[in-house]
């Protein structure tokens, strides 16, 4: 499996630096206010509108492109998987929970007190297996459906 | 495989980890609320951007995660089948439906003047300079856009209304139009099609189409026929992504946004693996990926304490494709249901119910 990712991340890398220096830019906040738009807007009674039956050439317009897919060349579904929740992502999410229960229960000591049989109390501390587990359950959940009461 | 989850974990387990599942430290968040899923999309964006390179076709248009919590996120809808919940903004390949990027909608604080023009320069931000054609509704697309776009070498063909800036308000007050007429207006940079089929159409457009009215079904310009047929490729993913959903509410706005995330994520690992010539349905492509999942997860507490009870004890279920099988007691008549733990050893117990 080790080995596997490995040759993965070289693949991967290839087709990174292609074309769309994406690593930098999409990590940039996403907040609108720094987009100004006044320069776009100023000039917006420079448009003068004339009826036409000829169509317009457009020199600039670019040929026709396909999308370019990887090729993994797998028949393991997880490995596709993998290519969008990757390790990075799931230790993330473990290493993110564990910070989260311990801080609840160290700010939630009374509520701890008051209810002794509370589940909080066996929490343990979590790995990478566990939230693969988890997300395990919420993949089989979603396509194991029981009838509820509304009837849907 | 259902009976199975309860093998996976028990659910005390369950709750417990569902309960403090989370994506950032509350301790470092700022005034944004979105940095609650910040690092984890940002990630998740990254990959899937790596392996797919869209083509020059790109659709814009949003979708809808049901949300019925507590948040200024939310938003009420009555024409939608699901009325609240959280609005999302989409950009999808047109081709595949594959989804390249998502933005939430942070309420009325975020849509200050001239919102949708900021906002789809924002989402096209790494699109900009390759030559792509990007399809909008009229919520977004207007004049001073398509002309910002241009110049930027990227491409628009859009619904738009009468009433946006830049628009030729005093022509189109004058304009009537009889049933399949075309009539077609132009700047230096792009032009309108105003068509009449039932309603007044307005297209705006940066490419060369032909003027003439095409009969496919009905009567319609080549313009109007792209945009029908490339449109809707972020409401095929969405359809896509409800088959198989996690089916229960949540109070926490940004769970629901991680479920969507997963969705949109397992769905675009879905695209990749058909193109690669594979032939499992989505259905299957799925369990398969949950069993993968488990696969070095140690189930001490529950698998272990189930296989030990079941040598004293029997389970009922039903024989594989509902065969039928002499009943081991009587011997006379035929029966479906069987043990499951027991075929596992070859020791078959089949069960009658008189």
Not at chain 1, 14 to 33: P, Q, W
Not at chain 2, 184 to 208: Q, R
Request: net charge positive; hydrophobic share 35%.
């Amino acid at each position: 499996m080790n080995v596997e990712n490995r040759i993965l991340d070289k693949k991967l890398d290839i087709l990174e630096e292609e074309e769309y220096g994406l690593d930098n830019s999409l990590n940039s906040e996403d907040v609108l206010e720094d987009i100004s738009v006044d320069e776009i807007i100023d000039d917006d009674d420079k448009f003068s509108w004339k009826e036409t039956s000829e169509i317009i050439n457009y020199k600039n317009l670019p040929e026709y492109f396909h999308p370019k897919i990887f090729k993994l060349n797998s028949k393991h579904p997880y490995d596709y998987f993998n290519l969008m929740f990757s390790d990075e992502i799931i230790s993330l999410i473990s290493e993110q929970t564990n910070i989260y229960a311990n801080d609840f229960i160290v700010s939630n000591t009374e509520y701890l007190e008051k209810y002794p049989n509370s589940r909080v109390k066996k929490w343990k501390n979590v790995n990478n297996e566990d939230i693969k587990a988890l997300i395990a359950v919420y993949i089989i959940m979603g396509i194991n459906k029981f009838p509820d009461i509304t009837g849907k | 495989m259902g009976s199975d989850i309860s093998n996976i974990m028990t659910l005390n387990k369950f709750h417990i980890l569902n309960k403090f599942l989370h994506l950032a430290d509350n301790k470092l968040q700022g005034e944004n609320k979105t940095d609650k899923f910040k690092n984890f999309y940002s990630i998740l964006k990254r990959n899937w951007n790596k392996v797919f390179k869209p083509g020059q076709y790109l659709t814009l248009d949003e979708g809808i995660a049901a949300f019925q919590g507590r948040s200024e996120f939310k938003q009420y809808m009555p024409a939608k089948p699901e009325k609240w919940g959280l609005k999302v903004y989409l950009l999808a390949d047109s081709n595949t439906d594959y989804i390249l990027s998502a933005k939430l909608y942070r309420g009325k604080s975020e849509a200050t003047s001239n919102y949708t023009v900021k906002l789809v320069i924002n989402i096209l931000e790494n699109f900009m300079w390759k030559g792509h054609i990007v399809f909008m509704d009229s919520f977004y697309c207007c004049p001073i856009l398509t002309r910002h776009l241009y110049f930027k070498d990227t491409y628009v063909t859009g619904m738009t209304r009468g009433h946006r800036l830049g628009m030729p308000k005093e022509i189109l007050k004058d304009l009537n139009l009889e049933k399949n007429e075309l009539k077609t207006f132009s700047v230096d940079y792009f032009h309108l099609d105003a068509f009449k089929d039932k309603k007044k159409l307005l297209l705006i457009i940066t490419s060369a189409y032909s003027n003439e009215i095409k009969t496919s079904i009905s009567l319609k310009p080549e313009s109007l026929v792209k945009y029908n047929e490339y449109m809707n490729s972020v409401d095929k993913a969405n359809q896509k992504n409800s088959y198989y959903r996690f089916p229960h509410k949540n109070r926490k706005w940004w769970k629901v946004m991680f479920f969507e995330l997963l969705e949109i994520s397992i769905s675009n690992s879905y695209i990749i693996y058909k193109n690669d010539g594979n032939k499992l349905s989505h259905k299957e492509y799925r369990l398969e990926i949950a069993t993968s999942l488990i696969k070095n997860y140690k189930t001490k507490e529950s698998l272990n304490y189930i296989l030990l009870d079941s040598k004293k004890q029997h389970y009922i279920g039903y024989i594989p494709q509902k065969l039928k099988r002499l009943c081991k007691y009587c011997k006379q008549s035929k029966t479906i249901w069987m043990c499951q733990h027991c075929t596992k050893k070859k020791k078959v117990v089949l069960l009658v119910f008189v």
